[in-house]
């Protein structure tokens, strides 16, 4: 990362802190790894993130419904699912530093290395040459297509050994591209092992193996284990999806940039079950209206791109991800995949029980294939989080910084600020709040000067600021101002609601997807 992105990331993270929007787990036994809570603005962010998604699906979707399955699920589940034994990451160790390593990112580290020197060759030559052809420089100019040839051959060695689980493979290529640790700087690496990524734990009194249970790693699998019981309450017809939203637990060997990857968090995960041959048009179907939701926020239709899967999982027959221009770089926000049938058809074999649709038209059975949306929620709470922080420096010379926060999402909509403690201006402040709380949620303060007011509302992406003096007495009227242009109107208190209504409105979000 830049440092100035770097920095950039460092003020976001003691933003989120200092503001209440996230705090490292308990913090006063200094913090457990990868693992945070939200604060008091931050769950509120995060169930408007939740509203947002959960409304998008069952709302804009009437052949989408919704359930929410245990944690806990038959460890079965698991073996079926293919995670006991496949969802593994290599792992290894550095003698000297102590230090644990994904073995695939040391290398990863690499190709991106060779990349970055592709880039600096690219903006040379853009410089230099007036009528710049990207394409024929990057298969032409003799220093880039040999770090072109070296990425392509590290590519193929990593997943040639990751794809046949040949460890020593994986050691030979840390060993021959000779990857130092960047904390010790040696190259005293222990052997590559693989490392499964599942929590467990035992449930009942006796701890033995036979009562292992693994907290999930995907919530998908609640609703795959679930399809016969909704489909047939709900009398659903294919094509329909299931949608969920929960937690998921992933003991992940590297786990850093802060809630990027967390080894507890939570996923929005919708499986669209739909008839064997017809998973194509409908993979397409749902990247094209993913894309349309994320871009429908605001926050820049170039901060997101497709990066579509070369290689697949097993299970899969197409998959892309959608990244997000985060402060660390384009990075996976969401997962789009066709997994074909194969977690009904594993888990028909795993239980012995039937799970399949009949279809009275073609008076057959079948059992259907599968297009699962998968997006982070922690993961969208930083792309909202990250893009939405900005540091300005005002036409006077004083700086602010301003969370643009999507005004729907916002944790307060309105802030309601009595010019002074006194004069009966809290009575008639509490007056308007009265009325407007039951519409939007309200935030009141009467401390401090009002543009110090102004500033933290600002800091805590408030979108609008109601504030009441002594002419609101007279005439009942009252000063908006708005968080973005920093612009104040005097308006009737009558008027608040209607001013406010449609820019923070989920409603009015969702009819623009
Ligand atoms: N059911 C499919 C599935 O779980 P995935 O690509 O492993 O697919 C889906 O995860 C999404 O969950 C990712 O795109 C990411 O947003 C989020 N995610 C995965 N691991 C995470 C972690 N350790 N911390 C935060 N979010 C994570």
Request: include cysteine; proline fraction near 3%; charged fraction near 30%.
């Amino acid at each position: 990362m830049a440092n100035q992105e770097d920095n950039l990331f460092k003020n976001v993270i003691s933003h989120a802190k200092e503001y209440g929007f996230i705090f490292p787990s308990s913090e006063i036994y200094d913090g457990l790894s990868a693992v945070y809570d939200y604060g008091q603005n931050g769950v509120e962010l995060k169930n408007n993130i939740k509203e947002y998604w959960w409304k998008f699906m069952t709302l804009l979707h009437e052949n989408i419904v919704g359930i929410d399955a245990a944690i806990f699920m038959h460890p079965t589940t698991w073996k079926a699912s293919g995670h006991v034994d496949a969802f593994n990451d290599p792992m290894i160790d550095n003698k000297d530093s102590k230090k644990r390593y994904r073995a695939d990112q040391l290398i990863e580290g690499v190709i991106e290395k060779l990349e970055e020197k592709i880039e600096k060759e690219v903006e040379k030559a853009a410089k230099r040459f007036e009528n710049f052809d990207r394409t024929m420089f990057l298969t032409t100019n003799a220093r880039v297509v040999e770090y072109q040839k070296k990425i392509d051959e590290i590519n193929e060695r990593m997943k040639g050994a990751l794809g046949r689980g040949d460890m020593a493979d994986l050691k030979q290529l840390i060993v021959d591209l000779e990857i130092a640790d960047p904390i010790s700087g040696t190259k005293n690496w222990t052997e590559v092992r693989q490392f499964n990524l599942m929590f467990s734990t035992e449930m009942g009194s006796v701890a033995d193996d036979a009562n292992k249970i693994y907290l999930r790693p995907e919530t998908a699998q609640g609703i795959f284990v679930n399809f016969l019981n909704v489909q047939k309450t709900g009398r659903m017809k294919i094509p329909f999806g299931i949608a969920q939203i929960g937690k998921a637990f992933r003991n992940e060997i590297v786990a850093r940039q802060f809630i990027f990857r967390m080894r507890e968090f939570e996923q929005m995960e919708m499986q669209f079950f739909v008839k064997p041959g017809e998973e194509m048009q409908w993979y397409e179907f749902w990247k094209a209206k993913r894309l349309k939701w994320h871009q429908t926020l605001g926050l820049g239709t170039e901060n997101y791109r497709y990066h579509d899967h070369l290689n697949l999982a097993h299970y899969a027959n197409a998959a892309c991800d959608i990244q997000f221009n985060f402060p660390m770089g384009f990075r996976e926000l969401e997962g789009i995949h066709s997994r074909t049938d194969f977690d009904l058809k594993s888990h028909e074999k795993f239980s012995g029980k039937k799970l399949q649709y009949f279809d009275s038209e073609d008076n057959q059975n079948f059992v259907p294939y599968v297009v699962e949306t998968s997006v982070g929620l922690d993961r969208m709470f930083l792309s909202v989080l990250a893009s939405a922080y900005k540091e300005e420096k005002l036409e006077d010379g004083s700086d602010r910084v301003v969370l643009k926060i999507p005004a729907p999402l916002a944790p307060n909509k309105v802030a309601i600020l009595p010019l002074m403690k006194k004069d009966g201006l809290p009575e008639k402040a509490m007056e308007i709040m009265n009325l407007l709380k039951f519409d939007f949620r309200c935030f009141y303060e009467e401390k401090d000067a009002i543009g110090k007011r102004y500033r933290r509302q600002d800091a805590l992406g408030t979108p609008y600021c109601v504030t009441v003096d002594h002419q609101t007495l007279q005439d009942n009227t009252v000063t908006i101002r708005d968080r973005d242009t920093m612009k104040q109107q005097r308006v009737a208190m009558d008027a608040v609601r209607s001013i406010i209504q449609e820019s923070v409105s989920m409603a009015e979000l969702l009819k623009k997807i």
